[in-house]
């Protein structure tokens, strides 16, 4: 195995998610992945602490034991959980209606009483849950019979169902497993209502999951879904080889060091397939244009930056396409996001131009422009564990010489960056939004918060307005309203290049082709395994 190889190899698994067989010799043994019965998936890490309430669990493995009220899809807010909701004209009250006859998977009753008591469990730790503006909404949660219950708000807070939908918090654990009388001190057992159910955890070792016989939905027919953890490297790679895989999947943007050559190489060989999602979330440089004493606080410069930047070879060389170039901070798949805003594309001669006309000078070819004596400086940082973030960094940093901008890159770990964010001690950093379950809202809301974005909006002109902006879309009641004040928003933040869109991350999916089934959610972090079959 060369060299490069085995780089790839090692960071491909760092990242995402692989299914594979297990030897025979361990415990969680399972059939040929042929007899369509069992998946078998390999993760670097283990499934860890699955409860619903915490943030240390494996998504994808929560996904397939606990629910929500009601669940996000491409079109729209549906039933889950709850089959039938309404809201009072003030949108303070959502009064829901549970689905009935559904129980935990150990055997307790899911009723308006476990709703009540699940809701209570994650309020009552609410620095926990700080991020989610919901749970600063939520007042009181009443029981008005055994199948209907009621929620209520402190003010009207029109992303209430998308966040009832996500994955975590707001899903529902049988209160036998509360410990205290809540989660907050942790749970001794992970029984939810959703299609499969933790049935064995070795740590560190594997995890086993298995169908719901009893499922609401209808028993999956994938019967056994096992999470086997395996070092990194070349002997998940060898794995691959020897045809002990039968189903990959990953995002992009989390797992964008994914070796797709090789990916490639076995859809090649007529077994399997490769499908991939609609844009998921979008990778992307924030500027941040409170720095008053960096070139990068004029929009001018940022905008001719946005024009410096190669998204198609990034997407083509860099992703090798399973990334596509991305032109605003929302894909148009994104609710609210589909609004008309100027393309900006590569064009180092536009780029020139704008710099010029706001006053910076450049002597010969290949010298750095100045403005009244000061250099057009700029530091990029980037996380030294992405394998592509330093790569497009580099690519950037040579367009930008060509156009007079002296770009210094910088590698840190995520959590230097993040802090970095938080307390606006950067020039440009690379950042993604949160993602399509999340958003529009989730993102937006970060404009305003010192935690995240403040810094990248503060500097901007129309700050003051964006802000207020934002505060009226998250309480509006009214569908047109919110549409207006998004599309306000986003082009404020547009026209100001504040957040520099450079592609749309995607789920990957390798899969045999005899597996039927196979979609996505609006959602990078899980799949619908319950949804899956093989002919």
Not at 36 to 55: C, L, Q, W
Not at 123 to 152: F, G
Not at 254 to 272: I, K, R, T
């Amino acid at each position: 195995m060369t060299r490069r190889m085995r780089f790839l190899v090692r960071t491909f698994m760092v990242s995402i998610v692989l299914l594979v067989g297990c030897s025979n010799s361990d415990a969680a043994k399972t059939e040929s992945t042929d007899t369509g019965k069992e998946i078998v998936y390999a993760t670097s890490k283990d499934i860890n602490d699955m409860n619903p309430h915490f943030y240390s669990g494996s998504m994808p493995a929560q996904g397939m034991v606990y629910e929500s009220l009601v669940e996000n899809t491409a079109d729209g807010i549906k039933p889950s959980l709850a089959e039938s909701w309404e809201i009072s004209g003030d949108g303070k009250v959502y009064t829901f209606h549970l689905r009935k006859n559904v129980m935990f998977h150990d055997g307790e009753p899911f009723n308006a009483e476990a709703v009540k008591k699940n809701i209570e469990a994650v309020q009552s730790n609410a620095s926990k849950h700080s991020w989610i503006k919901l749970s600063t909404k939520i007042m009181d949660c009443k029981v008005l019979d055994e199948y209907t219950v009621e929620l209520v708000l402190s003010e009207p807070y029109y992303p209430t169902l998308v966040e009832l939908s996500m994955t975590r918090p707001y899903v529902f654990i049988s209160p036998k497993n509360f410990v205290n009388g809540g989660t907050k001190d942790g749970v001794n057992g992970y029984n939810g209502t959703g299609p499969y159910k933790l049935a064995l955890h070795k740590v560190d070792q594997y995890a086993v999951f298995e169908a719901n016989e009893n499922y609401w939905g209808g028993a999956p027919k994938v019967k056994k879904i096992t999470a086997k953890v395996l070092p990194a490297g070349e002997s998940t790679f060898l794995a691959l080889q020897k045809g002990e895989v039968n189903f990959v999947f990953t995002d992009d943007r989390g797992a964008n060091s994914l070796d797709v050559e090789a990916m490639n190489q076995f859809a090649a060989s007529g077994e399997h397939q490769i499908i991939r999602s609609q844009p998921m979330n979008t990778g992307i440089i924030v500027a941040n244009s409170s720095k008053s004493e960096s070139p990068v606080h004029e929009t001018a410069v940022r905008e001719a930056f946005w024009h410096a930047i190669d998204r198609e070879t990034i997407s083509k060389q860099i992703f090798e396409g399973t990334e596509q170039a991305a032109y605003t901070l929302f894909s148009s798949n994104v609710h609210y996001a589909n609004v008309k805003l100027e393309k900006r594309g590569y064009d180092l001669e536009k780029a020139k131009k704008i710099l010029e006309e706001a006053g910076w000078v450049i002597g010969n070819v290949g010298e750095i422009r100045t403005k009244d004596g000061k250099p057009l400086v700029m530091k990029l940082y980037y996380d030294v564990n992405s394998s592509t973030q330093k790569t497009q960094a580099e690519l950037i940093q040579n367009t930008g010489k060509k156009i007079g901008i002296d770009l210094e890159i910088i590698g840190e770990e995520s959590s230097s960056i993040a802090k970095r964010r938080s307390t606006g001690d950067y020039d440009l950093l690379f950042n993604q939004t949160w993602g399509l379950a999340y958003d529009p809202q989730s993102t937006i809301a970060a404009f305003t918060s010192k935690s995240s974005y403040y810094h990248t909006t503060r500097g901007i002109s129309q700050a003051d307005e964006l802000y207020k902006k934002i505060e009226q879309v998250m309480v509006s009641t009214d569908e047109e309203k919110r549409k207006s004040l998004y599309a306000d928003i986003l082009t404020i933040v547009h026209e100001e290049a504040v957040f520099i869109p450079i592609t749309n991350g995607r789920v990957t999916i390798m899969a045999p082709k005899n597996l039927q089934g196979i979609s996505f959610k609006q959602t990078q972090f899980e799949l619908p395994f319950e949804r899956m079959y093989f002919e």
